[in-house]
């Protein structure tokens, strides 16, 4: 007789299937383990890519080390080609004429410091500067805090990160494997877009972040985040899910979470475009496997 399930699993495990039935993502065996099942599903695999399977950590508190092989650049040339791929013109400030050798996240907080450079500090508790691996080779850029992020002072912990948190392990990884920061770092009063004069003068803070960490991919969840990077004023369904190039990363915008919760039915477009990066990080879904 097994154990019964605690109520608080029963309750996770049934949110998690919602979410994978929402991105079309089916069906689930109730007896045997999703990872198991995935794994037997998959091709035959070449002798070096079974041993670079055996070598993944489960649970490194950082990307597997198959994320950091040249191979990589095999797989992305095998992506279908989108052309052309717009190139976003360099940061106005803090570009790389200004850019410190030797910056880090630690620094940048530092300068940051109490911040008052803009009118977004009047009516924030919070600075909400960014979560996640210095190290990360995905990023997720969002637009500013919300009213959780506010008072927690970490990025994405209300309804949209919560989503944003259900879409990162679907694509096998911890929010632990990536970094997530937004472009402004206060929250905007009643979580109105930030302003121009917000978005320029706080993204250079961002623009740092992006460099000291130089993650192969970055995620512009909104168009906000986008625009920013991109330095466009194009509206994001004209790029959104084709390849794009920031400095040295690879960026893709997709939608933000936020509007998720508002068009559930935008979820599978937006799975589509993190299996795109998933496909150029070498990543494959932990659980389960689209029908
Ligand atoms: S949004 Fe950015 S620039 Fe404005 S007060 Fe906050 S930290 Fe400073």
Redesign the pocket.
């Known amino acids: 007789m097994p154990a019964p399930i605690p109520e608080d699993l029963q309750k996770k495990v049934a949110e998690r299937l919602a979410f994978y039935q929402d991105l079309g993502i089916a069906p689930f065996y109730r007896d045997r383990p999703a990872e198991t099942a995935f794994r037997e599903e998959q091709p035959a695999q070449s002798p070096e890519s079974t041993i670079r399977s055996a070598q993944i950590p489960h649970e490194e508190p950082t990307l597997p080390k198959t994320l950091r092989k040249p191979d990589l650049q095999k797989l992305a040339l095998a992506l279908p080609k989108i052309a052309p791929l717009p190139t976003a013109p360099a940061p106005s400030l803090f570009d790389s004429a200004d850019k410190v050798a030797d910056d880090t996240l630690l620094k940048v907080r530092e300068d940051?410091g109490e911040?008052?450079?803009?009118k977004?500090?009047k009516h924030?508790h919070t600075?909400v500067f960014g979560d996640g691996s210095p190290k990360a080779e995905l990023v997720f850029v969002g637009e500013g805090p919300g009213a959780d992020e506010d008072a927690q002072g970490l990025p994405f912990v209300g309804r949209a990160g919560k989503l944003l948190t259900q879409m990162i392990e679907a694509m096998g990884l911890q929010r632990k494997d990536v970094y997530i920061c937004n472009v402004?770092?206060?929250r905007p009063p009643e979580n109105r877009t930030p302003e121009d004069d917000?978005v320029g003068?706080?993204s250079p803070?961002l623009f740092r972040q992006l460099d000291v960490i130089a993650p192969k991919v970055i995620v512009c969840l909104g168009a906000v985040a986008a625009k920013t990077l991109l330095k466009t004023n194009r509206g994001i369904s004209q790029f959104r899910g084709q390849w794009l190039d920031y400095r040295s990363s690879k960026l893709m915008a997709t939608y933000h979470p936020a509007y998720l919760l508002r068009n559930p039915n935008a979820k599978g477009e937006v799975w589509k475009d993190l299996q795109k990066v998933m496909a150029l990080l070498g990543l494959h879904a932990k659980k389960g496997k689209p029908a």
């Open positions: 940051l911040c008052t450079r803009c977004l500090h924030r600075i402004v770092k206060c917000e003068t706080c803070f």
